[in-house]
C-alpha cells in the first residue's frame, strides 16, 4: 500500500532553515504530482506547495513563496521542502501528499528562540 514518511523536522530559531524530506512506497513515485501541506496548532490544513512528476513546475501558498523550496528525486522516490528565513508562525506538522490525496504522519517543525 502507499506508504510516506516524513522527516527532517525539529527545533529551529528564527532566521534558520531546515529541509524536509519524504520518502514514497508502496506506488510509482516518479508518475505522480505531489504536496506539501501544514497543519498548525489549532488551525486547519494548509497547502503548501506542488510539484509535478518529473520536476519541472512548482507552485507555492503566498505565505511561503521566496522562502521555501520544493523538489524531488525520483531516483531515491523522495520529495524534499527546504525552508529557509523560518519564522515562529511557520511552526507546524507538515505532511506531504501523494496527489491523490495519501498523506504521511507528518513531521513537526517548531521555530522558536
Known amino acids: 500500500q502507499v506508504q510516506l514518511v516524513e522527516s527532517g523536522g525539529g527545533l529551529v530559531q528564527p532566521g534558520g532553515s531546515l529541509t524536509l524530506s519524504c520518502v514514497g512506497s508502496?506506488?510509482?513515485?516518479?508518475?505522480?504530482?505531489m504536496r506539501w501541506f501544514r497543519q498548525a496548532p489549532g488551525k486547519g490544513l494548509e497547502w503548501l506547495s506542488d510539484i509535478n512528476n518529473i520536476g519541472s513546475r512548482t507552485t507555492y501558498a503566498n505565505s511561503v513563496k521566496d522562502r521555501f523550496t520544493v523538489y524531488r528525486d525520483n531516483a531515491k522516490n523522495t520529495l524534499y521542502l527546504h525552508m529557509n528565513s523560518l519564522k515562529p508562525e511557520d511552526t507546524a506538522l507538515y505532511f506531504c501528499?501523494?496527489?491523490?490525496?495519501?498523506r504521511g504522519q507528518g513531521t513537526q517543525v517548531t521555530v522558536s528562540s
Open positions: 501528499s501523494k496527489s491523490t490525496g495519501e
Open positions: 508502496g506506488f510509482t513515485f516518479k508518475l505522480y504530482d
